[in-house]
C-alpha cells in the first residue's frame, strides 16, 4: 500500500522539505536565466534571419523645412487644384541630423491645397504589416518562454515529489 500524497505532506520532513525548497528555488533561478539567454537569442537570430531593418519599419515623415535644412535638389509636383505644377525641394540635409544623410522627398506623399490656400504635405496611411508580424514574433517568443519555463519548473517539482500549486509555497 503506498501513502497517499496528503499522507506524504503531513509525515514529511521538515528539513528535507527545506532542502528541497532551496534546490527548487536555484533550479527556478537556472531556469529562468537560461530563458532569458534564449529567448533573446531566438529573437536576435529571428532578426537576424529575416534581414529586417528596424529603421524601415517606422517610417516617419521628414518634411523639408527651410529654416533647418539645406535644399540640394529641386522638383517639380502636381497639385491636387492648382493647373501649373510647382517647384519643391526634393533632396535636401537636415542640419540637426547627426548622421548627415541627405532626405528625400517621398514619393507617396502628396501636396495638397488646403483651404486657406496653403500646401500641405499628406503622407497617407502608413501602415507597415511587417511590424504588425515582428510584434507578433515577440509576443510568440515570450508566451512560449514563459510556458517552457513552468513546464521545467512543474516537472523539476513533481520529480523532487512536491506537490504543485501554491500549496507548496505556504510550506
Known amino acids: 500500500m503506498t501513502p497517499s500524497d496528503e499522507d506524504r505532506i503531513a509525515f ?68 491636387a487644384g492648382l493647373e501649373e505644377p510647382i517647384q519643391l525641394c526634393a533632396e535636401w540635409i537636415n542640419l540637426s541630423d547627426p548622421s548627415g544623410e541627405t532626405h528625400k522627398f517621398q514619393k507617396d506623399t502628396q501636396v495638397v491645397q488646403g483651404a486657406d490656400g496653403k500646401l500641405y504635405f499628406d503622407h497617407g496611411t502608413r501602415v507597415d504589416y511587417r511590424l504588425l508580424l515582428f510584434g507578433a514574433f515577440v509576443v510568440a517568443v515570450i508566451v512560449l518562454g514563459i510556458s517552457l519555463k513552468r513546464c521545467l519548473i512543474a516537472h523539476y517539482r513533481d520529480r523532487l515529489g512536491m506537490p504543485s500549486g501554491k500549496a507548496s509555497s505556504i510550506m
Open 12 to 79: 514529511s520532513d521538515p528539513g528535507r522539505d527545506e532542502q528541497k525548497q532551496c534546490s527548487l528555488r536555484r533550479y527556478t533561478y537556472a531556469v529562468t536565466a537560461a530563458m532569458i539567454v534564449l529567448c533573446n537569442a531566438i529573437f536576435l537570430l529571428g532578426l537576424w534571419g529575416s534581414g529586417v531593418n528596424l529603421d524601415s519599419l517606422i517610417r516617419i515623415p521628414d518634411p523639408f523645412n527651410p529654416t533647418k535644412d539645406i535644399c540640394l535638389r529641386l522638383s517639380w509636383h502636381r497639385v
